[in-house]
């Protein structure tokens, strides 16, 4: 009996109550999306693995491939493969059905790896660092709202109540406890399903804005598992709040008035005797740091520009980068300053690293996550110089710089990008950004509210 045939042999022994399983693949947008199985069907993942088809990577925001992309259309749309590790099925706690889950990654019908498959993407770029014998450690952090409807059918965050009363809390409320209180049960929730979805939920966090809130995930070395746990907890959040009607949303910015919501990227990078490279060689705690951390920072500083269109891929992205919001919009890095791109936080020796604050909570971890890996190799092996760094408390008023400030420059940005298409495979970076512009084109070709208001009367 195969290793997979075996583990789902004990799973389905050991829950016998499970009919049904949702099998799931991330697409270039980073949505999962997949198949349910009835029982009858399980066995047969653990031998001939799941028939999908090649165009579903490629899907934009609307479920669709692009026809620009000549891909499900011209081609046949012909199938690959979907193959888990069939020991990683977690119940899915929030539906009333006795259902389970699992992530797969794609695989051609030749056995080799699908490279339309992010997660394949990001673990090809690993292992480059396997090549020098380096290990990414790595960690991300979402900010996300819950939102509901209000009377008037307008979209709103949820805000904290004061007790005993009709009113609800005014300001922005950051770190409020009582905010957390509010939510308690969602919060709960939210843990248990974790725990039993191993996913590593750490400490929770009202935001900087009524009705936003972060939930940190701990560091762990392989890249691929901690996106895993990004997309899984995002999955997991939007359904435990549907149980509590309730919308939570990762979009960058869903409301004008309030800040945008993040996707955070914290790195370190140890040797092969467990050294954190970044560590400054005295052993003394950041601001102190290594060469090979400059070296790192200058290579996430020359790539920023061509990723930005990863970090940022939807025409609300761009809706987050204001400044004083603490979106940055630079190339700069520092200690202990949240207005810079690549920050420094405070640490010991042993846990200096690189917290990348560019992406905003919608962009696809894995790709994301890739184009961080990929800028960060590029500076360590070309030795690249960083510029200075901003220091704990100074003034600075950030600028936008060379960044592509709008969604179509970044697009174009990508196009020409001149490091990124040495660690993407072959291909890739083109289809997305046929997706993007394809998309962009849409967007753009829309006639919205804000048209009828402005110019209906008087144009």
Request: proline content about 6%.
């Amino acid at each position: 009996m195969n290793t997979n045939k075996k583990l789902l042999s004990n799973y389905l022994e050991d829950h016998p109550e499970i009919k049904f399983l949702e099998a799931m693949t991330v697409d270039i947008s980073g949505v999962l999306r997949g198949k349910r199985l009835v029982r009858e069907e399980f066995e047969g993942l653990s031998s001939e693995g799941l028939k999908v088809c090649r165009s579903a990577a490629l899907l934009d925001f609307s479920g669709t491939p692009p026809p620009e992309l000549g891909l499900g259309t011209e081609d046949g749309d012909p199938d690959c493969l979907a193959f888990g590790n069939l020991g990683s099925i977690v119940p899915v706690p929030w539906l009333k059905s006795p259902t389970a889950q699992l992530l797969m990654s794609l695989v051609e019908t030749d056995g080799s790896a699908c490279l339309l498959d992010p997660r394949n993407i990001l673990r090809s770029i690993e292992e480059k660092f396997e090549e020098l014998n380096f290990r990414p450690v790595v960690a991300t952090e979402l900010e996300f709202y819950l939102a509901r409807e209000n009377d008037s059918g307008v979209i709103i965050p949820i805000r904290g109540s004061v007790p005993g009363t009709s009113y609800d809390q005014q300001g922005i409320q950051f770190g409020a406890l009582e905010d957390l209180w509010d939510i308690d049960e969602f919060l709960v929730s939210v843990y248990r399903a974790c725990d039993q979805q191993n996913i590593p939920a750490r400490a929770a966090l009202s935001e900087f804005a009524p009705g936003q809130f972060e939930i940190n995930l701990s560091h762990i070395s392989d890249a691929v598992l901690a996106c895993d746990h990004a997309v899984l907890l995002k999955r997991l959040i939007k359904g435990v709040a549907r149980e509590y009607g309730l919308t939570a949303t990762f979009m960058s910015k869903p409301f004008s008035q309030e800040v945008g919501s993040g996707l955070h990227i914290h790195l370190s990078l140890l040797n092969g005797k467990g050294e954190n490279i970044f560590s400054c060689d005295s052993g003394a705690p950041p601001p102190a740091t290594s060469q090979n951390l400059k070296y790192a920072i200058a290579g996430l500083q020359a790539s920023m520009a061509q990723s930005m269109a990863i970090f940022a891929p939807t025409a609300n992205s761009y809706r987050r980068f204001v400044p004083g919001a603490y979106a940055p919009v630079n190339t700069a890095w520092g200690y202990n300053h949240r207005a810079v791109s690549l920050r420094i936080p405070p640490s010991n020796h042993r846990n200096t690293r690189i917290e990348h604050r560019s992406a905003g909570a919608d962009a696809n971890p894995y790709l994301v996550m890739s184009a961080v890996l990929a800028g960060v190799h590029h500076g360590i092996i070309n030795e690249l110089p960083a510029d200075e760094m901003v220091h704990a408390g100074e003034i600075y008023d950030p600028e936008m710089g060379d960044l592509p400030c709008t969604w179509d420059e970044a697009i174009i940005s990508l196009e020409k990008n001149t490091i990124l298409k040495n660690y993407f495979p072959k291909n890739y970076l083109d289809y997305f950004s046929i997706v993007k512009r394809s998309e962009y084109n849409h967007f753009q070709r829309e006639v919205s509210d804000r048209d009828y208001a402005w110019y209906l009367k008087l144009a």
